[in-house]
């Protein structure tokens, strides 16, 4: 049949043939009534007749009735109102689906209106966070960039209850899913993250997602918080949950029986919640005293609703999303599962410098000048100083003609700066044209600035001191500010938090600015003792540690002070500090003496070097030390982290020699420290000052190939050198093997879990081959294949010093344990070997029980997630006669059957030296494992 001739549905027939499925899933009927009644579809008294009936089933097969017998066009426009009133027909859409419905050109010029209140309301929210999310803030609300331009994905790593890595995230919508939820009691998406990491334009994205339907999730309602917002209500004030929702979000329309709220409290599963910022909590939640909130209808204080609401007391079964910085407390029995962002990976880097420049002249000159600064790729993968830098740097270039990033070493003071100099230079620099460009002269922008500077200053140090991200129009004015100022770019005024009519509200454009201001604040200050400088300094070493150990570890230590603590954290103190620390720094002095009497700096300056060298010196006194196999061990606390940044800071090779030499240990543990690529720098600067040698375990941080380029100088001294789960390529490996055969002093390798290919195999096996001390390597959970794996068994073979090996989870296979097994073959020193998990079947189980025959040095053997079955078992059970020295076998999670384990029975009272042979998950039911009761060395639990 031609098209022409292509048959035109039956409406009255879809609606028979559907007629069930019609009655069970069209809800609501009002909706329907309406339309029809509007369209003259129907008459009065249809619809008396309809709404006479008692059940809505019953009333759609009353609708269906009439409007069949009103012939085919209103059946047709029955179905078109299911088909625009989309959110109140949801259930039905599905069936659109099946039936290939597509309105006709006739239907499509009728008009149909919504007089559904929740899914009117659903249309109402998905506007409104369409208009509040499409657009990225930029430079003083005068220029906006569409977040759909600009967003790029970063690197979302999702982590068990133990803060230990589960794997990355592939797609936002895996963030709502039911993958890696490792408490399913738990209510709670927790999201963690540095500052300026994106945590709030993640949130952005799934609420523009959301918005767009492209999100998937059941949900028809989406409310967003950000938890500054609950600072802003007096302590006695009350409010109901449905003024919460309603009042921050948007109102329901022409719902005069509350059907919207009442809809929620009965289907709280189709409610998505965000909360951005948790650490901004000025209270700490844990001690408030106040019972929770159980009935959706009482009134109390809006904190009390949000402690019921993310423990489930209220609106239980709804999802929630909820942000905070990294290291902030956050009872885990209501979190069902936890992501931590780290910030772009290289290739996101450069997608980013994409989107950034549009022109293809300045984007290849941007990644060259970045793949020439590995720290300056550190700071900028973290997104809010990439896009400080780029913009920034944009903005340069087109006033004055320059067109370099910022020098190589550049500080993170330097990046702010650079932000000041560009919204200050709004006051001297004329609208950027194309022929005449003027030079640059930072210090007389900041000189023409420095009033509208100071008190941007004045007003960040008020509000940060008294705990708020907040401030009202009475500072703003209070601190001298005019409208003017206002344009420039450093304040933003709030709109959201500001339903009442009050005057407006303002927040700093992020809270790391306001961070950076109040330290210049304290520079400054030339009312003040010069010591106030120092007072967050004072201020973070009498708060509680933030910690960023696993949370085992850390819910030990958290002992909780009696005042009360203003942040969850104290992050944005650390950062005052920090600032402080570069302001004052010799690369700075130069532009801060135009602002400041060069006297006051100076004593500043002596100030804060003394207190700086003092404070490193009985922070390093104090940490407890241990004695491990390598030496004197230190595994320093995470304040030690922003002590290292601090010093990173001043530039100060006085400190820096202070610092290093205070390190008395032989190993230090920065492990599960939050060391992002950036801060290598720092440890960089500081460790170039160490003159002996020094074992450094960096395991589980975020240091990536930019981190380990910065540590390049530094690989020289270490003994120890621990990167696991650090996301090194095999670019990073590239660095380690000519750093390290180089210098030949390295003892300990630790590359487990990173996303090393055969390529970085070959160079590790190089490693092994060139520094004869090396005696441990652990390259486990990488990207090895056999190739790889006979690269490192080789070098293993020729090795004199090689202790302990681990491979887990590479897939080297029968190749490689053939490779391994020649490796094996008479070693004489290697103790520990894990072949586990590596693909590994009865052939290669032959040959490395066989070579292990001609082993007396081998004491732990781990072949555990093999597939080992009964046809290795004689070589096994010959191995165990050979009484060779070996202490632990591990076939955990094999193949093996009834027969198989016989043999290994029969041959263990032969052998003297086995402590064990593990054989639990194996093929024996647990009436068969019962028959090896009697010999208590073939362990099955
Ligand atoms: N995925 C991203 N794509 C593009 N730009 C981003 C992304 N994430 C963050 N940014 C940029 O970085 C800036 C800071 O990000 P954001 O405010 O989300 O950080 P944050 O983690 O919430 O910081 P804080 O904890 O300090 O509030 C954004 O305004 C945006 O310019």
Known sequence: MGPAQEAVPSFIGVLTLHRELLVSKLKSVQCVVDNLHAAGFLCDEDVEIIQQVATKADQVRKILEVVQSKGEEACEYMIFVIYKVYDAYIDLQPWLKEISYRPSHGVLGMTVVNTDPISRYCEKLRHEIIRDTSFIMSYGQQEETRLDNLYTDTVIELLND???????????????????VFNHQGEIVYVMGDAGVGKSILLQKLQNLWSKRELQTDAIFF??????????????????????????????????????????????EKVVFTFDGYDEIQEDLDRLNVPEVASPEEKSNPLQLLVSLLC??????????????TGTEFQSRVIRKKAALRGFSSSQLKTYVKLHFKEQEHREQVLVQLEASPHLCGLCSTPLFCWIVFKSFWHLHTVHDSFRLPEASVSLTAIFLMLSEVFLSRLTSPAPSLTKKSPRCTSDTFRTGLRPLAAFAKLALQSMARGSFICSQEEVGACGLTDEDLSLGFLRSVSEFDTTGSPATFEFLHVTLQSFLAAFALVLDERSAASTILRFFTECSRRRKSSCLPLSIWSRRSSKPDEKTPFATNEHLQFINLFLCGLLSKAHIGLMEHLVSPALLKKKQTLLKSYLSTSVKSHLRGLPHHSVAEGKKVHVLPNFLWILRCVFETGSKDIAKTTAKGITADLIKLGYCNVYSGDCSAINFVLQHRRKLLGVDMDNNNISDYGVKQLQPSFCKMTVVRLSVNQLSDCSIQVLAEELCKYKVVEFLGLYDNNITDAGAKLVAQIINECPKLRVVKIGKNKITSVGGCYLANAIQKSTSMFEVGMWGNVIGDEGAEAFSEALRNHPSLTNLSLSATGITSKGGRCIADALRENTVLRIFWLVQNELSDDAAPHFAELVRANTGLTHLWLINNQLTVDGMKQLAEALPVNTELKEICVKGNQLSAEEESQFESERRLRFH
């Open 162 to 180: 133990s803060n230990e890595s589960l794997g990355y995230l592939e797609d936002l919508n895996q963030l709502l899913g039911d993958g890696e």
């Open 223 to 268: 409310f967003k918080f950000r938890c500054r917002m609950f600072s802003i209500f007096k302590d006695a004030e009350q409010i109901s949950l449905r003024d919460l929702l309603f009042k921050y979000n948007c109102y329901p329309d022409h719902d005069p029986d509350d059907e919207v709220f009442d809809y929620i409290t009965r289907f709280p």
């Open 312 to 325: 489930g007391k209220l609106l239980k079964g709804s999802q929630k999303v909820l942000t905070s910085r």
